[in-house]
Nanobody, 119 residues
Framework: QVRLVESGGGLVQSGGSLRLSCAAS????????MAWYRQAPGKQRELVAGISGGGTIKSVDSVKGRFTISRDNAKNTVALQMNSLKPEDTAVYYC?????????????WGQGTQVIVSS
């Protein structure tokens, strides 16, 4: 059974930091591409940052220089370090796993963790 469990969200003032963590189980973690998405009220879910099984990183322009994604293959976890937070970063943050088996991609999602940045 695939499980992605996020933690680390909360309320923080503008300019502050938070570290999100996602613990994965039931997946071939080392070969899975992992990502963080977020969804603000009334908006579509958007990619924040992703890290491939090989360690290639991508991120949306609005978080470059502020957010850092990393993974620990020994612990099956992926983290998102968020610095210099802004009110517009307020959203529910979701962990995603992309698993490729026999040429077919399956996506799995965590339940989400709320981040609120006050001005």
């Amino acid at each position: 059974q695939v499980r992605l469990v996020e933690s680390g969200g909360g309320l923080v003032q503008s300019g502050g930091s938070l570290r999100l963590s996602c613990a994965a189980s039931g997946i071939p973690f080392r070969t899975s591409d992992m990502a963080w998405y977020r969804q603000a009220p009334g908006k579509q879910r958007e990619l924040v940052a992703g890290i491939s099984g090989g360690g290639t990183i991508k991120s949306v322009d609005s978080v470059k220089g502020r957010f850092t994604i990393s993974r620990d293959n020994a612990k099956n976890t992926v983290a998102l370090q968020m610095n210099s937070l802004k009110p517009e970063d307020t959203a529910v943050y979701y962990c995603q796993a992309q698993i490729y088996q026999n040429g077919v991609r399956d996506d799995y999602w965590g339940q989400g963790t709320q981040v609120i940045v006050s001005s």
